[in-house]
């Protein structure tokens, strides 16, 4: 009988553990990682614990705020990328209930002109020169 109380126990700790770590707050990353200067970009700031419709939060690229921020679940933010300057920035959020999270050089600008050069070499491709 005392093992099974004690099984009982053991369960119910672990239970409530994985509850709490379940609804604790954590940022992790923003997907995509990278996008052009003059911002516009739409972006996901992903991790766990977010409260959609209970919460609100400011997102700062560097220095610059973005705009369109919604929480749109437990583990996504989206949002839309304020201009910046070329280069990595640090992500910064900042929750209505007071907690702060900053990923150190979450994200990076780059030059237009950088990403229309990716995107002429790896889509459009001369006729002939495609694997086969």
Do not use: W
């Not at 409260?51 to 933010?77: L, N």
């Not at 959020?93 to 990403?115: C, S």
């Amino acid at each position: 009988m005392k093992r099974v109380l004690g099984l009982s126990l053991a369960v119910m700790v672990l239970t409530f553990l994985a509850a709490c770590d379940e609804a604790r707050l954590r940022i992790d990353r923003v997907e995509p990682a990278e996008g052009i200067t003059a911002g516009g970009d739409q972006v996901n700031i992903l991790g766990a614990g977010l409260q959609p419709g209970k919460t609100g939060v400011r997102v700062a690229f560097g220095s610059h705020v973005a705009e369109q921020v919604v929480i749109s679940s437990k583990d996504k933010i989206n949002l839309v990328t304020p201009s910046g300057d070329k280069g990595p920035v640090d992500v910064v959020l900042d929750f209505d209930d007071g907690q702060r999270f900053k990923i150190p050089a979450g994200y990076r600008y780059v030059d237009p002109k950088e990403t229309e050069d990716l995107r002429k070499m790896f889509f459009n491709k001369p006729k002939g020169t495609e694997k086969k």
